[in-house]
């Protein structure tokens, strides 16, 4: 039996753009709790750290990473990360079979698959 092993390695990877994943989609419960967070309210937290695409709401990316990521600290709202973080790497286009797929290996240094 395999099962999936994930400890966060903090590279920041998967707070950077590469190829396709470059949007980090925020939803209105994220939105809610990011603004609380920053004590902004959410209209002002809407204008100043997302725009909105046809397929979504997403975070502003800053050369290249999210505008939440401090090369040193990480994420600086880690607690109240949006639901596409908080959940990474657990998607399940990211699982097949009970195995990280071959790309997220790839990816995120802090996934593999390994012998239960
Ligand atoms: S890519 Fe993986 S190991 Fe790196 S910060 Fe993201 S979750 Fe952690
Ligand atoms: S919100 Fe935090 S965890 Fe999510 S991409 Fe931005 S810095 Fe990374």
Redesign the pocket.
């Given at each position: 039996m395999e099962k999936l092993n994930f400890e966060c390695q903090q590279c920041g990877y998967?707070?950077s753009q590469h190829g396709r994943y470059q949007y980090?989609y925020v939803t209105p419960k994220d939105v809610q709790q990011l603004s609380k967070y920053l004590n902004l309210t959410p209209k002002i937290f809407r204008e100043r750290f997302t725009k909105e695409l046809s397929h979504g709401v997403v975070?502003n990316f800053v050369q290249d990473s999210?505008v939440?990521?401090d090369e040193k600290k990480g994420?600086t709202?880690?607690p109240v990360?949006?639901r596409q973080?908080a959940t990474w790497p657990y998607w399940p286009d990211n699982i097949e079979d009970g195995h990280f797929k071959p790309g997220i290996l790839k990816i995120c240094k802090g996934c593999s698959t390994a012998s239960a």
């Open positions: 998967c707070c980090i975070l999210c939440f990521h994420c709202v880690h990360k949006p973080c």
